[in-house]
């Protein structure tokens, strides 16, 4: 174990402008008393936890880099943050404020707590001075918590600056959504310099009644968008086509805002800004601000059963490791990737309070759906020092102001690099040493994190897949921008109809626009000029998550109230009749599906099982757009595909034995779904060589896929659920083994592509999680369970990841898959 | 793969359209007429008259001219017209005091009824935003020589901006208008679309008389509905014959621009017969408070309203002495009938009284407070109510015992009055007082 020094340098979290410091005897006084290095030489020297540690990490601390503050600044700004001990700023921060006041559009990658609130709010501040006071900005933030917990404080930062600078005394900011009462809405729009509001508002509120907030927009100078590597998927895809209409909506007013972005540290933050903007943005992601040392544990709970490759329950470790990293005279966050596991957690530790010198009021949990009130209350409680425990979800991961915190437990890997970061940044932001134990679960990602803990230290591999070009993300939101302004067309010159006033560069523009004028009837094109002509408000109808319209309600009969909703593709599936429902641990029985409808009625039951269903789903090759075939006998494409799913029956799986109690047929048409796919091909040859088509080996194929897709989130922002997987071990397109890896999104979001760039390095971890993992012959830390692949399938899996990776073909399959893994 | 796919029909599969509906006909001749499915549709969900059909024409409405690069049409109406039973010049007599009465609007102790535009418009959709086009509006105004009722239109979103300048030109230029609703829609529709078009909206100093909001305070309960419809049959006498629904506006609007056939010109008449209404109405409205033989409407309900208005701007006996007319209008009015009279009749007397207290005039709130307390049939809450005043009074002038039996008289009223939250407030006050005493 490394010794920990605690570092000299500066304090990281003084830079940031707009949180106030803290009261004396705050948590800040509490937490000089305690040696995070205690902490750390106490779980390693533990007997039974210390074991567990398969990686320690230590990240030294880091010095600040320091630049003078830029000289365009106006002087009384300059006066303000020399006022607020900011007389230089680090290097990264300065080179933001410098583009942003050349006129470029910025995006500043840097990790969380390196002051980036900063770079967007002195461009604004100065704007403000420039124009005296008529200069509007529009911040956006992720999350409805977020944009209140900046506005209260930005709100502090105008006033001081109106008592510097004469005819600024009346400038305010306002946070726009859903909770703002009509009664202020006026007043907001017309006198809030800064509106800090989330996507979904813009979309809805503020766009498709643009004439009103037309002040905003004629003098908007900025938009800042704060953690855009959020922005992806459907999700994404969906708000850059916003921004296009945010910035048409603009330049009808005759303004031409700059974008500010920030986000963590992403991988190719030039490609991501261009895919949201729709132009190039001066990327800022050399990092000048200082930490403080940071310890990471990668803690492996213990292996219960060797041969199944079973572990110990990852909340249950929680529980054990809070023993010894939690206590009265420092703070403590955990992180769980779900509301249930966050309620389960808080019940464990609250039992636990006496023993680890807590009162049960010290420990809280935190999550979506707590009432803003209680929210406000625990997070006051953690600035204080009050709060001494925290059990939450990624509501925390954002920028909350809770204060700086000494210890993070992540129960399980959260599914990005970026979470990640974000999650261990809550804690050592004011340059103290820092701990953050990642607990692994019986995951493949986790598993792999485990064996190679350098994945979380090194350059972000996420690749975000944002499509502003999917057609039917792209057509829906053209209904939406037809009705904000009218679109018109003209010839380029070369006979091609372009549409003015761009939107984006897709050429199928005036295409689409033709369609919803001729098919849809949404519009009327008369002459050069697209006109909205329907009596309906599209941005209701419109969801930036993509396909609500088509989800399915889950409803109480008894009650008719809707307890839930779930995804068209997943309905069949999940809402069939029979099918057991849960909610926060409460089983539902589906008594009903109206299809058509969209509608599936529930009863809660008490049920002893729950059911899984089967499907059959068989892929068409529409179209192949990418080839890339490899001279050792198999190929890797990509295209478009036509995907067929349909339920066959569902079993019920008693809870904790998973004994099988019984079985059922589904009756349930097809679910048909147009998207993307990456595509992996064996030559017949090369699949014999292999054994794949041999009996049970079979069975390997298909779990080199579902290992493909568990592990695709080390590689592309996606959750595995987002994935589709087909595997034939004979295609009928093909007519050979194929693998099929589909967007789960009609249309497709571009993930397809990224698992066509990326496979090399998918096939590579995969291969590690197999070799690594301890399981004899599979477990669902890795390749599946024994029942599902069979006695050779982990071995038979090994040989083909290897032999995508360079291997030769085994000469004889049984004595190669004796040796390996 | 075959023949590469078509834009619209890769997009057909991708939005999951299905196969897409058939173009509407463009129909050369009125008749037959084979609507389009999404107005059949319409047709079908909101019942409408089984002739609508034969009813639609094809090509612009009728008498429109070319103006300021919009189109209007433009009506002119004696002084002498009869709207209903209404004489439109008798707005012109409106009390300006009683509109700003029943208006609770001060400031339009300044109307003028003849100098004021009255407005009514016809939008392509009720949600607002910036793809709701505001394609007609009427504005009637007082001429020299009789009422000029104007009707500005847009044949293509491209006339918007002319016809909204005529429009601001119109309204800036009188300073007053009327609208039914108009607070809260007309206005809004208008003033985001000239936002749009950098169009400086006329409103901003302009009087304001909404009727909606004096008609529901007058009539509140009296009739069926709050629409301006339902108002101007029941108070001034005027039946629509075949007026088509304000639903199908933005449809036929729809229509005429495909250049299929369309129901604008019936929109025409509907909008024309909205904004007459709006003048009748401005009369009626305008005579309610010195109402002369003969004004419709529910005397009851309205002398409640007035009763109450004139209550919250301080003018206490005035207000009683409506209100304890209202009172003794509901007793004797067919109004009894309804379960809830005797209440609200109750309710109505206690509020006199105690606008009576209000005004200084004890003795008068006395008389009507005993009556409400004796009355052992009546409004078991209201007399608890009645009975407090009573023991408040007695309490101010020292005479405790008889105010602690007014109290008990009240808590004795109170017991088989059914659990709300007046109950339990009055309770807690009676208890308190007898309990410190």
């Given amino acids: 174990m490394p010794s920990h020094d605690r570092t000299k340098g500066p304090r990281a979290g003084d830079q940031d402008l707009l949180k106030p410091a803290p009261a004396r005897g705050s948590a800040r006084h509490l937490r000089g008393k305690l040696s995070v290095d205690e902490l750390v030489g106490a779980l390693d020297g533990h007997r039974d936890l210390g074991g567990r540690i398969s990686h320690w990490e230590r990240v030294p601390p880091r010095e600040a880099a320091w630049a003078e503050l830029p000289r365009r600044l106006d002087p009384r700004l300059l006066e303000l943050m020399a006022a607020r001990g900011k007389e230089r700023l680090f290097s990264h921060q300065v080179a933001a404020v410098d583009a942003a006041l050349a006129g470029r559009d910025v995006l500043v990658a840097t990790p969380t707590a390196s002051g980036k609130t900063l770079t967007y709010t002195l461009p604004v501040l100065q704007r403000l001075i420039e124009t005296e006071g008529r200069s509007r900005s529009l911040w956006m933030f992720p999350t409805k918590a977020l944009s209140q917990d900046q506005s209260s404080n930005l709100n502090l930062l105008l006033g001081d600056l109106g008592t510097r600078v004469e005819g600024l005394e009346d400038l305010h900011s306002f946070t726009y959504d859903g909770d703002t009462p009509p009664t202020i809405r006026r007043t907001l729009r017309e006198r809030g310099h800064v509106v800090l509001t989330n996507p979904w508002m813009l979309h809805q509120g503020i766009l498709p009644n643009h004439a009103k907030w037309s002040v905003l927009f004629e003098n908007l100078d900025y938009v800042v968008i704060d953690e855009v590597h959020t922005l992806s998927g459907v999700f994404g895809s969906s708000v850059a086509n916003v921004l296009r209409r945010l910035q048409r909506i603009a330049r009808h007013y005759g303004a031409d805002p700059k974008f500010l972005l920030s986000s963590a540290t992403l991988h190719d933050p030039a490609a991501h800004a261009r895919s949201l903007i729709g132009r190039d943005a001066v990327i800022v992601d050399e990092d000048g601000s200082p930490s403080g040392e940071r310890v990471f544990a990668v803690y492996e709970p213990p292996l219960l059963d060797p041969v199944a490759g079973l572990r110990a329950n990852a909340l249950e470790e929680a529980r054990r490791l809070a023993e010894v990293l939690c206590g009265p005279k420092h703070q403590t966050i955990f992180f769980c990737n779900r509301r249930t596991s966050v309620e389960v957690l808080t019940r464990y530790l609250k039992e636990l309070a006496p023993r680890i010198g807590l009162k049960p009021d010290e420990i809280r949990g935190y999550r979506g759906g707590y009432l803003p009130d209680l929210r406000r209350s625990i997070e006051k409680g953690l600035r204080a020092g009050e709060v001494k425990v925290v059990v939450t979800t990624n509501a925390l991961e954002l920028g909350i102001d809770v204060g700086a915190l000494d210890v993070a437990v992540l129960v399980g890997y959260p599914g990005s690099q970026a979470s990640f970061w974000q999650r261990a940044g809550r804690v050592g932001r004011r340059g103290n040493t820092s701990l953050c134990v990642m607990i692994a679960r019986s995951d493949p990602i986790d598993h792999y994190l485990a064996e190679h803990p350098e994945y979380l230290f090194s350059a972000p591999k996420e690749r975000l897949g944002v499509d502003p070009d999917n057609l039917v993300i792209l057509s829906e939101q053209l209904k939406c921008a037809a009705f904000e302004l009218p679109f018109r067309a003209r010839d380029d010159g070369s006979g091609n109809t372009v549409v003015e006033g761009e939107f984006g560069s897709n050429p199928h523009v005036p295409g689409i626009l033709d369609y919803l004028a001729d098919e849809s009837g949404f519009l009327h094109r008369r002459e050069d000029t697209w006109h909205w002509m329907a009596d309906a408000y599209p941005a209701q109808d419109v969801s930036l998550a993509g396909g609500e319209p088509d989800n399915v309600l889950i409803i109480d009969q008894e009650t008719g109230k809707a307890i839930g909703e779930t995804d068209r593709e997943g309905s069949i599936t999940t809402v069939h009749v029979g099918a057991i429902y849960q909610v926060e641990g409460e089983t539902w029985k589906v008594e009903r599906f109206d299809y058509d409808n969209r509608r599936a009625y529930v009863k809660v039951v008490i049920s002893d099982y729950f059911t899984e269903a089967q499907t059959d789903t068989e892929v068409r090759v529409l179209s192949l757009e990418d080839e890339a075939p490899d001279a050792r006998g198999w190929s890797k494409l990509r295209g478009e595909v036509h995907v067929t799913t349909v339920a066959t029956l569902y079993k019920k799986i008693r809870f904790y034995t998973r004994e099988n109690v019984g079985s059922e047929d589904i009756d349930l048409p097809p679910e048909e779904l147009d998207t993307e796919a990456f595509v992996i091909t064996l030559e017949p040859e090369t699949a014999r060589a292999l054994g794949l088509q041999a009996g049970t080996r079979a069975a390997a194929w298909s779990a080199a896929g579902r290992l493909m897709r568990r592990v695709a989130p080390l590689y592309l922002r996606c959750q595995p659920q987002d994935l589709g997987i087909c595997s034939e071990i004979r295609s009928r397109h093909f007519e050979k083994p194929t693998l099929f890896l589909y967007d789960r999104v009609q249309g497709g979001v571009g993930l397809s592509t990224i698992l066509f760039d990326v496979f090399s390095d998918l096939v590579r971890a995969a291969r590690d999680v197999v070799v690594s993992c301890p399981c004899e012959r599979g477990c669902p830390g890795c390749v599946g369970p024994l029942e599902e692949v069979g006695e050779v399938g982990k071995r038979t899996t090994a040989l083909l990841l290897d032999f995508f990776l360079g291997a030769p073909l085994p000469e004889s399959v049984d004595a190669a898959s004796a040796k390996t893994p | ?437």
Avoid at chain 2, 25 to 42: E, G, I, Q, S, Y
Avoid at chain 2, 167 to 192: N, P, S, W
């Fill in chain 2, 1 to 437: 793969m075959g023949e590469p796919e078509s834009l619209a029909d890769r997009l057909r599969r991708l939005r999951r359209d299905g196969v897409p509906e058939q173009p509407a006909p463009k129909a050369p001749v009125p008749a037959p007429l084979v609507l389009p499915r999404h107005l059949t549709r319409r047709l079908d969900r909101d019942r409408a008259p089984s002739d609508l059909a034969a009813r639609a024409t094809v090509g612009p409405p009728r008498d429109l001219v070319r103006a300021n690069g919009a189109w209007e049409r433009v009506e002119h109406h004696r002084g002498s017209h009869v709207h209903g039973r209404v004489q439109l010049d008798d707005a012109l007599s409106a009390s300006v005091t009683t509109l700003a009465l029943t208006a609770r609007d001060p400031v339009l102790e300044a109307f003028d009824p003849a100098r004021a535009v009255y407005l009514d418009i016809e939008a392509t959709g009720l949600s607002g935003g910036s793809g709701t086009y505001p394609y007609l509006v009427a504005l009637a105004r007082r001429r020299a020589d009789g009422w000029e009722l104007w009707q500005g239109f847009m044949a293509s979103p491209d006339e918007e901006p002319a016809l909204l300048r005529e429009v601001a030109e119109r309204i800036a230029d009188a300073g007053q208008m009327v609208t039914f609703f108009g607070k809260t829609y007309d206005r809004h529709r208008l003033e985001d679309k000239m936002r749009h078009h950098r169009i400086a909206p006329p409103f901003a100093g302009c009087l304001h008389l909404d009727l909606y909001h004096p008609l529901k305070r007058l009539y509140d309960g009296a009739e069926a509905n709050g629409k301006l419809q339902t108002h101007e049959r029941v108070l001034c006498g005027y039946e629509r014959v075949d007026d088509l629904s304000g639903a199908y506006a933005p449809m036929a609007w729809f229509d005429f621009v495909a250049d299929r056939p369309h129901l604008l010109e019936e929109v025409f008449r509907h909008n024309a017969a909205d904004v007459l209404s709006l003048i009748a109405l401005t009369a009626h409205l305008g005579r309610t408070l010195d109402p002369a033989d003969g004004l419709s409407g529910s005397a009851p309900h309205r002398e409640r309203g007035l009763g109450r208005v004139l209550a919250q701007v301080g003018r206490h006996t005035e207000a009683a002495e409506r209100l304890e007319r209202a009172s003794e209008l509901f007793d004797g009015s067919g109004e009894r009938a309804r379960t809830d009279a005797p209440s609200e009749s109750a309710r109505l007397r206690f509020e006199a009284a105690r606008a009576f207290e209000r005004a200084g005039a004890w003795e008068r709130a006395r008389v009507l407070h005993t009556r409400l307390a004796e009355d052992d049939g009546g409004d078991d809450l209201v007399a608890a109510l009645a009975l407090e005043r009573l023991g408040l009074r007695c309490r101010r002038e020292k005479r405790i015992d008889e105010a602690r039996d007014f109290e008990r008289r009240a808590c004795e009223r109170l017991r088989d009055v059914r659990a709300s939250r007046e109950k339990a407030q009055l309770s807690e006050r009676l208890v308190a007082r007898l309990v410190r005493s």
